[in-house]
């Protein structure tokens, strides 16, 4: 009771100051509304822009490329390092042609081998044939991805099957340490770095000291996105499958979380709406079946990279798909082909946006008509600082966009809704109407939601948004009908 008298009152003062300021500036001066307050947590920049790039592509390299294995060992022998053929330009050119601004590279995987010439162990690239010991894949890689403007990020497996001070608290939390030293110390502006909890259950207990590699890493390089099962930037999204859950909240409880275990997988894939952390998840999976290039495998069909695209970036996350480089040392024909082809797919179907051609009606419009948080901000190209704002409610009323056709032909099998998440993500259900029946009912949206449906729709007159369920009022950045011919011909024609 003394709370909702308490908020009455606060709106009362709050129109009351609003009128005050508004006579005191006279009429004909102009003012805009300021954009209401945030909701917290929010992302920090780093995370923005992480969040942006949709895309990321991860390059597992190593010992395990000419053994034929996923996880190494750790008695490889250093001499069968051999890539003849190696070309990091290659690998940032099909990156670059698939429209990727962030590649990460295992500088180390489970086996121990190091891709760069490290001080603190022999085994690496030092000790092997390729270049006659002279090489450092790391440094080629950041060279070559720097070159065609891709930023770069680290994997280095805190598992190490081969250095005989794993098992030893002290000294392994010590070589670990040196060599994060060593890497980000050497190669500059690393976007982000990747920690994961892989471990045999039989592999020796060791304590990994994450508190003091996180605060060195980022004393080391500030703007730098620390990613692991509990963050503190990127969260793991709780499966190797691509798929992010249906409800999908960047926001979690990082006390809840802790790397390696394995109970929490459900909680990292659907997020906490109640959570005090910004830890959006990213979604990791091969091109392949495996991790590491195999002659035996081959790249997955154009449709299932379509099917991962709509379950993780469709559903507010990132996708980390990892594109192995062969024996040669060159990610091979088959899969920089298919990348193309999964690049060009979705250009061809979110180039066209059919809601820009119709009239947008909203609920309300904070600011009134003067106002600038128009319908017309979810039409631009701007996802995260321009969008439409609803007048504040005091979180009751419901609020909606409707979309209506100038000839009543709409044809589409894909909506996106975009949250401006720059003001903390808000929406907690929303529904979809086209001619007033609903064809869909859904949770979250967040930086983006795609909804692709099972059948298309043709003819419709009229789209309606509801977000019958927020955080605070709803502020959508974009939204988009798109034709996804992809999807059409998979339902139309038999699947071989
Ligand atoms: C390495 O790859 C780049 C990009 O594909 C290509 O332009 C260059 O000629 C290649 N270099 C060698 C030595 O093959
Ligand atoms: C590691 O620790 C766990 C729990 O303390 C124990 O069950 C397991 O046997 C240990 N493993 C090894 C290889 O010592
Ligand atoms: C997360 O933390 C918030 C704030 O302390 C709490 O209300 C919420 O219940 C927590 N979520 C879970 C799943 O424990
Ligand atoms: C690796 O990929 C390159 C580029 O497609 C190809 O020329 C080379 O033969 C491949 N190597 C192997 C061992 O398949
Ligand atoms: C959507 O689902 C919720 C929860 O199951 C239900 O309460 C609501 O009525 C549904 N809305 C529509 C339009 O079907």
Redesign the pocket.
Known sequence: MGRVLWRSSMLVSVILVTVIFQLSIGRHEKVATPPPLPILPLPSYSQLKWQQREIIMFLHFGVNTFSDREWGSGHEKASIFNPSGL?A??WA?VAAEAGISLMILTAKHHDGFCLWPSKYTPHSVISSPWKSGKGDVVQDFVNAATAQRIDVGIYLSPWDKHDPRYGHDVPYNEYYLAQLQELLNKYQNIREIWFDGAKDPKAQNVSYYFSDWFSMVKELQSSINIFSDSGPDVRWVGDETGTAGNTCWSTINRTSLSIGNPDITEYLNTGDPRGTDWLPAECDVSIREGWFWHKSESPKKLSELLDIYYNSVGKNCVLLLNVPPNTTGLISDTDAHRLKEFRSAINTIFHHNLAESCSIKVSSLRGGKEGVFGPENMLDSDHLWSYWAPMEDGGKKEHWIEIRSRDGNLRFNVIRIQEAIGFGQRIKEHEIYVDGKVIINATTVGYKRLHRLLQDVEHAHVVTIRIINARGVPLISSIGLHFDPFWHSRLTVPRK
């Open positions: 070309n330009s290659q050119s």
